[in-house]
């Protein structure tokens, strides 16, 4: 006789193997909305977003520097 579909060889397998149950997480805090955001809040967010792209495209911009260092007269 053929095994029934989905089992597997060694036991412990078959339909619904594996189903636990997850574990409870704890809350996570949620943060406070009501608080307002302030200019110098948004140019450090700005500042911030900027200093990743640059790390970022650090490593391209410097295969492009030096392939077109080697195609200039």
Known sequence: MLPRRGARRGGRGGR???HIQPEEQP?????????AITQVDLTAMEKRCQDMLRDALAPFH??????TA???P
């Open 16 to 18: 619904g193997a594996r």
């Open 62 to 67: 410097a295969t492009q520097q030096t392939s």
């Open 27 to 35: 809350a996570v805090q949620a943060a406070n909305l009501t608080t």
């Open 70 to 72: 080697f195609f200039q």
